[in-house]
């Protein structure tokens, strides 16, 4: 009877490990599985062999290299959602009908064409046109870039309210795997799940993971704030101006933009680079208003009448951009004459043409504190050229960051990968391999069931002696 209980401990072997194999090859596209390995001991009874017995089920699995996977993740997270919204504006800068250069080249050239007949009616209806082109770039463009904010704030709502179900789902999974290893259950599943998650965040924010002897995982950010603790997770809150806070019991702290992965990216690019370029076409749309609006002063029009306003909206540089207007309808009361009774003369037309290449230079004297410090840095980046260069700058220093940014996602994708094949040359499922056990599991289960088919064979040569 021993042959025959050692065969049937080779078939129970065969079969578990057919089980495990028939897992593995039906999660091969379950993401964050880990393959899992049948472990085989030799029993015995007394000084005889008494067969196989499955030891463990074992889970193939390198926190190390889940933790390689993280840390490129958020690196990926951060470039790739950047880069996105980098490449958007760069159209809009370039684009034809929303560019401002492109304006600028159309604005200056029916100045120049108007002189040599600055009294003509056609001409002056021609730059009151391009004028009123202007001013909807600088709107457009304006609320594009708004838009494009408000965009943001929300891709950041909904990317906090994901990021608080994550961490609540692996505090919620580490409390599983606590009580599953504590009453010796498999927890094979739930560390797949968990860790899935955990790469699921990790590309949300830079987060730094430490494995518990009980099996659970513990999640901080770079400066140490705790996400999650055992069965106890944290809380992203965004506060009404889009600060973040993590908020932890009766706890709240204060959280910076540099959070990495896309929660990062999305702060970044809201209240730094779309920020700082909405800050530039404001200083942009106020000097070319006031720098128009200041020499057309100087010249009279049809009516022999000092020059008006040409541009309005200006009071105040803040908004500039998305206030702007024409507050002239009538081609007569353009001023280009420098002379009252000369509608030929196109001195202070000239005047005006010649601003194309005039520098800007920004009087701050009396300019409300609280604005002018919002808008040092933009008016120094413009103060010395001319708009139409200062926009040309920006549209290409704005290109320069988008491919740079582009590159790097590229690179920080590449390195998730190489570091993802890593993670599956040991936890991955490979189909060839997993082909090959259940030919060897199928052969020892076959070679088993021939024992046992001897082994009656012999009890029914011995019980035939005794007949």
Do not use: C
């Not at 901080?220 to 889009?242: E, F, H, I, R, Y």
């Not at 959280?255 to 800050?279: A, P, S």
């Amino acid at each position: 009877m021993s042959l025959i209980n050692i065969g049937l401990s080779g078939m129970s072997a065969a079969n578990a490990g057919l089980s495990v194999t028939a897992h593995n090859v039906t999660n091969v596209l379950t993401p964050g599985y880990s393959r899992q390995r049948v472990g085989f001991g030799a029993e015995v009874s007394g000084s005889m062999g008494a067969g196989v017995g499955v030891s463990s089920v074992e889970r193939m699995a390198d926190n190390y290299l889940n933790q390689q996977i993280y840390k490129q993740q958020g690196s990926w997270g951060f470039n790739s959602i950047s880069s996105k919204y980098m490449e958007k504006t760069e159209t809009l800068l370039n684009n034809d009908s929303t560019s401002i250069s492109k304006g600028l080249d159309r604005f200056y050239a029916a100045l120049g064409e108007a002189s040599t007949a600055p009294q003509d009616i056609a001409h002056r209806q021609t730059i009151l046109s391009q004028s009123k082109s202007m001013v909807q770039r600088f709107n457009n463009l304006s609320s594009q870039l708004d838009t494009q904010a408000k965009q943001v704030d929300g891709q950041l709502t909904a990317s906090v309210s994901e990021a608080n179900t994550l961490m609540a789902s692996i505090a919620s999974m580490n409390e599983g795997i606590r009580s599953a290893g504590a009453n010796g259950q498999n927890m094979s599943s739930l560390l797949d799940s968990r860790d899935e998650a955990v790469r699921q965040l990790s590309g949300m924010m830079d987060v730094n993971t430490t494995y518990n002897d009980d099996g659970t995982v513990s999640l901080t950010l770079d400066k140490g704030q705790p996400l999650v603790t055992g069965q106890t997770a944290s809380q992203l809150k965004k506060a009404p101006d889009g600060t973040l806070t993590v908020v932890r019991g009766n706890s709240e702290l204060a959280l910076d933009e540099n959070l990495g992965g896309t929660i990062g990216g999305l702060m970044d690019y809201r209240d730094g680079e779309l920020n700082d370029l909405k800050h530039e076409l404001d200083v942009m749309a106020y000097s070319f208003a006031t720098q128009f609006n200041d020499t057309h002063a100087k010249g009279f029009d049809l009516n022999d009448n000092a020059g008006k306003p040409v541009f309005g909206g200006v009071d105040s540089i803040d908004g500039a951009a998305k206030n702007l207007t024409m507050l002239i309808n009538d081609p007569k009361e353009l001023a280009f004459s420098a002379a009252p009774g000369e509608p030929g003369n196109s001195t202070n037309l000239e005047a005006l043409n010649d601003l194309r290449n005039s520098a800007v230079s920004i009087d701050t004297t009396g300019m409300d504190p609280k604005v002018l410090d919002q808008y040092q840095s933009a008016i120094d980046r413009l103060d010395g050229k001319s708009i139409f260069d200062g926009y040309t700058s920006l549209s290409g220093d704005w290109s320069i960051k988008t491919a740079q940014l582009e590159s790097d996602a590229e690179a920080s994708q590449a390195l998730v990968k190489q570091a993802q094949g890593e993670r599956d040359s040991i936890a991955g499922v490979l189909l060839d391999e997993e082909a090959a056990n259940i030919m060897t599991y199928t052969q020892m289960y076959q070679a088993n069931a021939q024992v046992i088919s001897t082994a009656q064979q012999l009890f029914d040569v011995t019980l035939s002696m005794f007949r």
